[in-house]
């Protein structure tokens, strides 16, 4: 029998192998596509048997949906912390930008595990592409909140401007130079703030800032890593 572990946030008992098939996973899928990774390999090295492996998971794209599922979930835990504590709202944007930074100079880095997956199954109907999709969304949602919070004033159209520099960042991490592609992420995400504060300033509304009147600094951000755990 596989052992198990209890989940200390939700109590429920985690199996061990699922564990190690999802970490064997994520680490494969992200540094080498999830089409080019057999059952076999992932069995292998994680260190399974394959009736293990389907007690789990029904394919290897349902192991796929599962994979992108945990870095959303990291990513979405990691800013709803941050969105419960009394950090301002701006400061949290841009500590996204420099997690995302250190991301795109990290070794091994390999683009955008959403963006990734979403190029080897373009199928719209398909659970690997509408995972994607769903976690995509959020990210747009939970940013665009964020501007909204700083000012409603066309918080919608910061927003979306905000997942495109973070997805022109990340593709350009990757093809071309990390360095000037984390510098270009960094002085678009501020330009944005920059206008996006002055608007709600012009209508009225507050501009957050530290104790001390000055614009808050980046937030502590870590883990909003589009990539698994250890990749």
Known sequence: MTRTEADTRTGRRV???????LRTAGQ???AEGIHTVGVDRLVAEAKVTNATFYRHFRSKEDLAV????SVDQAIR???GTLTAEDVPTDAILRGIGESL???IRSPGYRGCAFLNAAAEFPDPGHPVHRAVVEHRAWFLRTVTGLFADTTPAQAEHAGR???MLRDGAMSAGYLGDPVAAGETLLRGIEGLLRVHIARGADQGSATPASSDGLPAEAARVSGIDCSPPGA
């Not at 599962?66 to 599922?69: C, F, Q, R, S, V």
């Open 77 to 79: 835990s990691q800013i």
């Open 66 to 69: 599962a994979y992108l599922g």
């Open 161 to 163: 401007h905000f997942v």
């Open 28 to 30: 494969l899928f992200y």
């Open 101 to 103: 930074v250190e991301q």
């Open 15 to 21: 199996s061990e192998a699922r564990e190690r098939l």
